[in-house]
């Protein structure tokens, strides 16, 4: 497949709710910020630092400042933005164009972008000139009926161009009560961000700093504001977060996604208490898992939907009468849903439009299907409960703070002989029992009234393939034989879903365009029904000039075609985890017949490397096993799913050796036949 937190080199994440709390804050401190003001560029600012010279583009300054304020009968939240940034390449004009995504309220309340400036700044024989944002560089378009597009492109850009801009967006509680999430670092270095927030103490809001990278500035001071006409002043809570000389977030492979590692603070209301007409209004929405648990299993659009089943009462019944054991009816329901309902690729944990109605369109997201699953399953007297996750690509969970938006899937749980059992029924092609590969990401939370606890997403199944090959060598240099490639596991899911979904023509065109130098003269499939433990190909094929020759000497990769040629990793050091999702087997072995007058001169050496704690190994060996016939087997075995930052260096090791010894050749001496007489 290959395509524990210790020590000071990570910032562990934490969370305050902000009620007063000052631990972990600091009342006073220097303040080490840049003097910048808006509009005022001179020639010193161009200059670069050695730590830019090979960023397309440098932050300068990213300042962001978050209130609340209440006008039309709602709260309002209000974020200012100040960016000035320098345009050091061509390949970064685009971020001369800044886009704001607005949100659109169902109730006629919407976000709105105010007061924007912009700036372009040129240095010319040492005189800086200005360009202004004009009106024809603003557009707004149409994303979706929730979303729009706020487009502001500055003028007059090049190589050596800042730009500068400032804007507020004004958010209303209708359409979110959440202050978006502010990102110290980003893909370009960044020399100062900076965020304020001033929270009342209406609010108690979850805040989440994640991240490999030390705060400069960790301010907190109280103050008072005044929010409600009629009401006096009350405490809230000043925060100022700053760092400096932030790097370029490096993007490494095998991780989850950049949000689960970039310096950035995030926020989630837990509760509020604020004046109503009749008296203090008060409402807990994440306090604690359990009113987590509570808010969900109490919303329409999630335990709603598990609730009212009676429309699914006589699917249960002729499916319970075609089983006679509990994992037989959960195989009959899970197969009934997924074949009924055609996933729309959208995650969720909330139903769209209700699993009724998805039932008669025959098509929902991720929350319509598996909540319909948990309904039928119910109605078939199964204790089957919702396990709510977050995908590889939306981020990782943290099992001390329940925040909701961290959220993005649902799947089902049943327990079966006492283990529990996830399912998810968006994918034709999944057995029964394995979640598909954007599910596994440490752990989900199982949502139930009294019972809910957090589970284990590690996936039972390996991702397995092995290549087993017979071939015959000619004095040409020529291979041809059979190579038998079975997938398994994770391996068989994947080849099974591109097998049905191009069709067998194009399936093999893609193994042969991966491999240009095979002669496919026959190939047979087998293990395409996803009851099949393994998908198989079986292939007779031909690699002409597979040796280069020397004279009377030929050199020759055993490996073939399917060495691994690149390490992934090719830093020295890693602050992040190494996230392969799933345990990886990978076998090749293959014996080689040789013509007669053959010779072996030269053999790689055996390796066998195995990682600490029996994390891994690597077995390589290639032998003479009769006269005229030379083995090759090749094992790499990654045991585990996660290999965290101080197993980096051996891993990277690891895939060292493999790269190798692939790239090893066996050579060959072709000896002079005698004449007979």
Not at 112 to 141: A, M
Not at 497 to 508: I, P, W
Not at 562 to 589: M, W
């Amino acid at each position: 497949m290959f395509a524990s937190i210790v020590g000071q080199r990570v910032l562990l994440l934490t969370v305050c709710i902000l009620l007063g709390i000052t631990v972990g804050f600091s009342q006073k401190s220097a303040n080490p910020a840049p003097t910048i003001k808006f509009g005022i560029v001179n020639s010193d600012h161009f200059v670069d630092s050695p730590t830019d010279s090979t960023a397309e583009a440098v932050v300068l300054y990213d300042y962001g400042e978050v209130w609340f304020d209440k006008s039309d009968n709602d709260i309002w939240l209000n974020t200012t933005y100040h960016v000035r940034l320098k345009i050091r390449k061509k390949s970064a004009y685009d971020r001369a164009t800044i886009q704001q995504i607005t949100r659109r309220g169902t109730m006629g309340q919407h976000e709105l972008v105010s007061d924007f400036e912009g700036y372009t700044y040129n240095l010319t024989n040492g005189d800086v000139s200005i360009s202004q944002l004009k009106k024809e560089g603003h557009f707004t378009e149409k994303a979706s009926d929730q979303f729009w597009v706020e487009k502001y492109t500055l003028p007059n850009v090049r190589e050596g161009s800042i730009i500068e801009y400032k804007y507020t967006v004004r958010t209303p509680f209708g359409v979110t009560y959440n202050p978006r999430t502010w990102r110290f670092q980003q893909d370009i270095p960044v020399r100062w961000s900076e965020y304020r927030i001033t929270i009342p103490d209406y609010f108690y809001y979850k805040m989440l700093m994640s991240g490999y990278l030390a705060m400069l500035v960790n301010d907190r001071k109280s103050t008072t504001v005044g929010l409600f006409s009629g009401q006096p002043d009350v405490t809230a809570s000043a925060y100022r977060f700053a760092m400096k000389d932030i790097p370029a977030f490096r993007d490494e492979a095998y991780i989850t996604t950049d949000d689960d590692y970039m310096a950035k603070i995030e926020f989630e209301l837990a509760s509020y208490q604020i004046p109503g007409s009749t008296g203090i209004v008060r409402k807990d929405i994440a306090v604690s898992w359990e009113t987590l648990d509570k808010t969900l299993l109490t919303d329409i659009d999630f335990g709603g939907q598990i609730k009212r089943t009676g429309f699914l009462r006589e699917t249960a019944k002729s499916l319970l009468a075609s089983q006679a054991d509990t994992l037989g009816r959960v195989k009959a329901a899970y197969d009934y849903i997924r074949q009924t309902i055609k996933w729309n690729d959208d995650a969720g944990i909330w139903s769209s439009t209700g699993i009724k109605k998805v039932l008669e369109n025959k098509k929902g997201n991720a929350a319509d299907i598996n909540l319909m699953l948990i309904a039928l399953l119910r109605e078939m007297d199964i204790d089957a409960n919702p396990v709510i996750l977050s995908t590889r690509s939306h981020g990782r969970i943290n099992e001390l703070y329940p925040l909701i938006k961290k959220f993005n899937y649902v799947v089902a749980q049943v327990s079966v002989g006492g283990k529990d059992l996830l399912l998810d029924a968006t994918d034709a092609f999944l057995p029964v029992g394995m979640l598909p590969l954007h599910c596994l990401n440490g752990k989900g939370r199982l949502v139930h009234p009294t019972k809910s606890r957090f589970v284990s997403l590690n996936p039972y199944e390996r991702d397995v393939e092995v290549h087993m090959g017979t071939f015959t060598l000619t004095e040409d240099g020529e291979v041809s034989g059979k190579l038998a490639h079975s997938h398994g596991g994770y391996s068989a899911w994947s080849a099974r879903k591109q097998f049905a979904t191009d069709g067998k023509a194009k399936y093999l065109e893609s193994i042969q365009k991966k491999r240009p130098a095979w002669q496919i003269d026959k190939v047979d499939f087998s293990g395409a029904d996803e009851k099949s433990s393994a998908f198989n190909t079986d292939y007779t094929i031909t690699i002409p000039e597979a040796c280069g020759r020397a004279g009377d000497r030929y050199y020759f990769h055993p490996m073939l075609t399917e060495a691994h040629t690149v390490n992934p990793f090719k830093e020295t050091d890693r602050l992040y985890p190494v996230d392969f999702g799933i345990p990886i087997e990978e076998t090749f072995s293959a014996t080689y017949t040789l013509p007669k007058n053959f010779k072996v001169e030269e053999l790689p050496k055996p390796v066998s490397m195995v990682l600490p704690e029996n994390g891994g190994r690597f077995m390589y060996q290639v032998g003479v096993v009769s006269e005229n016939q030379i083995q090759i087997i090749s094992r790499i075995s990654l045991r585990k799913p996660m290999y965290f930052a101080e197993e980096y260096g051996s891993l990277r090791e690891l895939f060292s050796r493999i790269v190798a010894k692939h790239a090893e050749q066996i050579v060959l001496k072709r000896e002079a036949v005698a004449d007979s007489k």
